[in-house]
């Protein structure tokens, strides 16, 4: 018997929907979540800060910005990631842990290098240890949303993606607030401007934070995996490992497959782009490092945990594509946020209010994309098609939002908000053609929903 999709309408009471928040596969996501989240405000949003503080140009941080990129790229090394064993690791940790750990690895030295190096004397070597800490991270993320999928049904999916939220978000509190405060506590009381040795200690202990994930995935089962063909030669293996995990997707949702591409690629980009000038705003703006700490990285991600657990909850009561759609709208909208608190000048109660209005659209709509994601892939290859489509999220917003900071220095911060709100009206208009185009569940594969 074919289990429903995460897309159909689930009949769960409120009080087991709430209770799978308790299940030792939720808590385990809560600590992977924490894991997956803590590298990426580090080479973009916190880099962002410390790299406007130390005096570098709008432009040059928005161009920088396209290290992020890496996790656009991330299905060019997802089939290795889903069939290629790491010599001992993989004997002694399965497929999924053994890759965790060894992108986990990648990520602290990337990040022992970026504390290490001041870009205020030369920007080389931060850009080239960013880039190894985003490699690091988006593998992480390929091994990671596999590790996920395989752990439990598809009925489940919606809550443990609220779950990864959950611990994504506290890991964005500790790589955005944590690692601001730790630096104003290093460079001492009403802490301003730029010092390297305060950004050093920071960043040392990010680095050593990142044991969270290494302990969580030494801890862990590994999840039993889809049985995988033996390859007799290379050309086989390529075959099996990168073809045909594509070749499924386009076979499961001919024609649709353009339709749930285009929205994929476009659906978060007015935070993506938003996202890279958000910091440099605040510096410009004149908040201090501790206001943005605590406003931004403490109420602000507060109200996307909030958002997080609401979004599982209302996607698993009322079905993904409703809460998809209010998540775009809530996205976008918010943005004009900014583009008032542009003209509203320096104010840490207007920028609490701001904040939280806007973490909490994101943290909706970010469990109810998960959860699609999720819900368009087949097990068989879990890692590949869902690092496709991961991919394909970001790859338009991050290309885009290199040249966010020419924008600004041509057209001011408040025409820069309003023009990433009017990106996602676009969105609206894909989500609906996906919601009424919807394939139904026979059509989309048992493979997808057996376990």
């Not at 935070?271 to 109420?299: H, L, Q, R």
């Not at 997080?308 to 594509?321: D, L, P």
Request: with cysteine; glycine share 8%.
């Amino acid at each position: 018997m074919t289990e429903k999709t995460l897309t159909d309408q689930p009949t769960f009471s409120w009080l087991a929907s709430w209770r799978v928040y308790l299940q030792p596969a939720s808590l385990r996501m809560l600590f992977l979540g924490f894991a997956a989240g803590l590298p990426l405000l580090l080479v973009l949003g916190t880099l962002s800060f410390r790299l406007r503080e130390a005096g570098i140009d709008r432009s040059t941080i928005g161009y920088l910005s396209w290290v992020g990129l890496a996790y656009g790229f991330k299905w060019v090394w997802a089939p290795l990631v889903d069939r290629m064993p790491i010599p001992f690791l993989t004997h002694r940790l399965g497929r999924r842990r053994s890759w965790l750990l060894l992108a986990q690895a990648m990520v602290m030295l990337g990040l022992v290098g970026m504390a290490l190096s001041d870009p205020s004397q030369t920007l080389g070597p931060v850009v080239w240890c960013a880039l190894l800490v985003a490699v690091g991270s988006a593998t992480q993320d390929i091994a990671l949303d596999a590790f996920r999928i395989e752990s439990a049904d598809p009925t489940q999916q919606a809550a443990l993606a609220a779950s990864y939220q959950t611990g994504y978000r506290l890991a964005m509190i500790w790589a955005g607030a944590g690692v601001l405060w730790v630096a104003a506590w290093v460079q001492g009381e009403n802490a301003s401007g730029y010092m390297h040795a305060a950004w050093q200690t920071a960043y040392l202990v990010m680095a050593a934070s990142m044991c969270v994930g290494v302990i969580t995935v030494l801890r862990s089962h590994e999840p039993k995996p889809a049985e995988l063909p033996s390859a007799k030669n290379v050309s086989e293996w390529l075959q099996g490992a990168l073809i045909e995990p594509f070749a499924d997707f386009i076979k499961r949702y001919k024609w649709q497959a353009a339709l749930i591409l285009s929205l994929i690629a476009v659906y978060r980009i007015s935070d993506v782009v938003m996202g890279i000038m958000a910091n440099p705003f605040y510096v410009d703006m004149g908040y201090t490092k501790a206001e943005v700490a605590s406003v931004t990285k403490v109420y602000g991600v507060i109200m996307t945990l909030l958002g997080a657990f609401v979004g599982g909850v209302m996607a698993m009561r009322w079905g993904v594509m409703r809460i998809l759609m209010a998540g775009a709208l809530l996205s976008a909208l918010s943005n004009l946020l900014f583009a008032w608190l542009a003209g509203h000048g320096h104010d840490v109660h207007a920028l609490i209010a701001v904040i939280s209005a806007d973490n909490l659209a994101s943290g909706i709509a970010s469990a109810a994309f998960i959860a699609y994601l999720s819900s368009l892939t087949n097990i068989q290859y879990s890692a590949t098609q869902y690092a496709l489509l991961s991919s394909m999220m970001l790859l338009l917003p991050k290309f885009i939002a290199g040249f966010s900071g020419d924008f600004v220095n041509a057209h001011g911060y408040a025409d820069f908000f309003n023009a990433t709100a009017l990106l996602g009206m676009p969105v609206l208009i894909l989500v609906a053609l996906a919601w009424h185009f919807q394939p139904p569940p026979e059509d989309q594969g048992v493979e997808i929903n057996k376990r």
